[in-house]
């Protein structure tokens, strides 16, 4: 770092022993009006606040009114703007997307006719990509598990493919007292070649002209800069430049660009996008259909349909367990490529099953942007949402409906599906989204 920074190490130094900001970055989807009065430069939804809250207990957290992301990460937003055109149908690959914060701005940039690819290669992780995915609700999104290498066999499919890649962490170290302890030489050296070989795959899998956004949470220039050469040299990748305001205090390096805590109100970050100048076109064509998935009859698409927003431009599947999953049909060909060649996969939105005659809702139609805005439905306040959040019985509010179900509320959000019996109600959040914590 000293020979990074010369004479600016003192600043840095006494940087890193300052508490690191909190920022937010808001789903218009769901919140279009989020105020926001402490700004992140470079996302217009992005904000920081004056202390950390407990997210937890937020009731709008739990509905996907925003997303708790570290400021430097959100700068991927502006990369991209100006470097991709989000306003024609892209196809969208988020190599190493666990927990979800650049899958979910990613999700937000695109347009309705695009399709976003998150995926995580390690299985552990892919359960809160999944859950915060389907908690930001937008429906052209596909979850995977799958190596990287599984992606070059896609050679020159996706537009865009965004690989953030595991790191030595040394931008989180005031942040995260485990990455501090975990560093070592070795370590840098271990990243490196998992980077490559990521990377390799990603570059394989990039279209022709399209756009590669590499991103680590590390200093080191074996990690960033001889990264962002070595693409150039071994892929014909050329790096772009962007057009930043100084007073954004990123600093421009070779290739890409640095954020230093110090300089800017956020983490260690090191981001460059990077465009494909040659290679081959997309070989890989959608297969006959579906291998798992049954297209639901259309005497039963009736049924979910009647829960969907009626401008829902969608069709119906349905998985081998019962699951009936909304599928945005402009996409259907692209998903079935993915189901052709990724084996572990999950696509669109889970909106319910059917038990016997009736169809009960899943979690899933409820935090979804399709949902149907004219469902019945109850307005908690945040106290009553806390305790709905936590499974537990309370007497519902006045003015609720007295049979069926309905959708529990917070500020006009949905929270999950209820259901109200003559001398009692149901929770039917998922066990796995309860709150454990005390209020």
Same mark, same amino acid.
């Given at each position: 770092?000293?020979?990074?920074?010369?004479?600016?190490?003192?600043? %840095?130094?006494?940087?890193?022993?300052? *508490?690191?900001?909190?920022?937010?970055?808001?789903?218009?989807?769901?919140?279009?009006?989020? #105020?926001?009065?402490?700004?992140?430069?470079?996302?217009?939804?992005?904000?920081?606040?004056?202390?950390?809250?407990?997210?937890?207990?937020? #009731?709008?957290?739990?509905?996907?009114?925003?997303?708790?992301?570290?400021?430097?990460?959100?700068?991927?937003?502006?990369?991209?703007?100006?470097?991709?055109?989000?306003?024609?149908?892209?196809?969208?690959?988020?190599?190493?997307?666990?927990?979800?914060?650049?899958?979910?701005?990613?999700?937000?940039?695109?347009?309705?006719?695009?399709?976003?690819?998150?995926?995580?290669?390690?299985?552990?992780?892919?359960?809160?990509?999944?859950?915060?995915?389907?908690?930001?609700?937008?429906?052209?999104?596909?979850?995977?598990?799958?190596?990287?290498?599984?992606?070059?066999?896609?050679?020159?499919? %996706?537009?865009?493919?965004? *690989?953030?890649?595991?790191?030595?962490?040394?931008?989180?170290?005031?942040?995260?007292?485990?990455?501090?302890?975990?560093?070592?030489?070795?370590?840098?050296?271990?990243?490196?070649?998992?980077?490559?070989?990521?990377?390799?795959?990603?570059?394989?899998?990039?279209?022709?002209?399209?756009?590669?956004?590499?991103?680590?949470?590390?200093?080191?220039?074996?990690?960033?800069?001889?990264?962002?050469?070595?693409?150039?040299?071994? %892929?014909?990748?050329?790096?772009?430049?962007?057009?930043?305001?100084?007073?954004?205090?990123?600093?421009?390096?070779?290739?890409?660009?640095?954020?230093?805590?110090?300089?800017?109100?956020?983490?260690?970050? %090191?981001?460059?996008?990077?465009?494909?100048?040659?290679?081959?076109?997309?070989?890989?064509?959608?297969? #006959?259909?579906?291998?798992?998935?049954?297209?639901? #009859?259309?005497?039963?698409?009736?049924?979910?349909?009647?829960?969907?927003?009626?401008?829902?431009?969608?069709?119906?599947?349905?998985?081998?367990?019962?699951?009936?999953?909304?599928?945005?049909?402009?996409?259907?060909?692209?998903?079935?490529?993915?189901?052709?060649?990724?084996?572990?996969?999950?696509?669109?939105?889970?909106?319910?099953?059917?038990?016997?005659?009736?169809?009960?809702? *899943?979690?899933?139609?409820?935090?979804?942007?399709?949902?149907?805005?004219?469902?019945?439905?109850?307005?908690?306040?945040?106290?009553?949402?806390?305790?709905?959040?936590?499974?537990?019985?309370?007497?519902?509010?006045?003015?609720?409906?007295?049979?069926?179900?309905?959708?529990?509320?917070?500020?006009?959000?949905?929270?999950?599906?209820?259901?109200?019996?003559?001398?009692?109600?149901?929770?039917?959040?998922?066990?796995?989204?309860?709150?454990?914590?005390?209020?």
């Amino acid at each position: 770092m000293q020979q990074l920074l010369g004479e600016e190490f003192p600043a %840095f130094q006494r940087a890193m022993q300052e *508490a690191p900001p909190v920022s937010i970055r808001y789903n218009r989807a769901k919140w279009p009006d989020a #105020p926001v009065a402490d700004p992140v430069p470079w996302h217009p939804d992005g904000a920081y606040l004056p202390e950390r809250p407990v997210f937890t207990l937020d #009731p709008l957290f739990q509905a996907g009114a925003y997303y708790v992301q570290e400021a430097s990460s959100m700068f991927l937003y502006e990369a991209l703007r100006q470097t991709v055109d989000f306003g024609r149908s892209l196809r969208v690959l988020d190599l190493c997307a666990a927990p979800g914060g650049k899958s979910t701005l990613l999700a937000s940039m695109l347009s309705p006719d695009s399709l976003l690819v998150a995926n995580e290669v390690i299985r552990q992780r892919v359960s809160v990509l999944r859950e915060n995915l389907e908690k930001w609700g937008l429906p052209n999104i596909a979850v995977s598990c799958a190596d990287t290498d599984d992606f070059a066999a896609l050679e020159g499919w %996706f537009d865009v493919v965004v *690989a953030d890649a595991p790191c030595s962490g040394e931008g989180l170290f005031r942040k995260d007292p485990a990455a501090f302890r975990e560093w070592s030489p070795a370590s840098v050296d271990l990243c490196v070649a998992r980077q490559k070989r990521i990377l390799a795959n990603a570059a394989t899998a990039l279209a022709p002209g399209g756009v590669l956004a590499y991103s680590t949470c590390t200093f080191n220039r074996q990690e960033d800069e001889e990264q962002i050469d070595w693409l150039r040299r071994s %892929f014909g990748l050329e790096p772009l430049r962007l057009d930043l305001p100084a007073d954004w205090g990123i600093t421009a390096a070779d290739g890409g660009y640095r954020f230093f805590p110090h300089r800017v109100r956020g983490e260690g970050f %090191f981001i460059a996008v990077l465009r494909k100048t040659e290679g081959h076109s997309p070989k890989q064509q959608a297969g #006959p259909g579906f291998k798992m998935l049954q297209a639901l #009859p259309k005497k039963l698409a009736a049924e979910p349909a009647a829960w969907l927003r009626p401008d829902a431009e969608v069709q119906f599947f349905q998985t081998t367990t019962g699951d009936v999953l909304a599928l945005p049909a402009p996409q259907l060909p692209t998903y079935q490529v993915l189901d052709k060649l990724l084996k572990s996969k999950w696509f669109g939105v889970n909106t319910g099953a059917f038990k016997g005659k009736d169809f009960v809702p *899943a979690h899933g139609l409820a935090s979804s942007i399709l949902a149907n805005p004219a469902l019945p439905g109850v307005d908690f306040s945040r106290e009553q949402a806390q305790l709905f959040l936590k499974k537990e019985v309370f007497e519902l509010p006045a003015g609720a409906p007295t049979q069926g179900w309905a959708l529990a509320r917070f500020s006009g959000l949905n929270l999950g599906w209820m259901k109200i019996l003559p001398n009692r109600w149901n929770n039917y959040l998922p066990p796995e989204r309860r709150i454990r914590m005390e209020i």
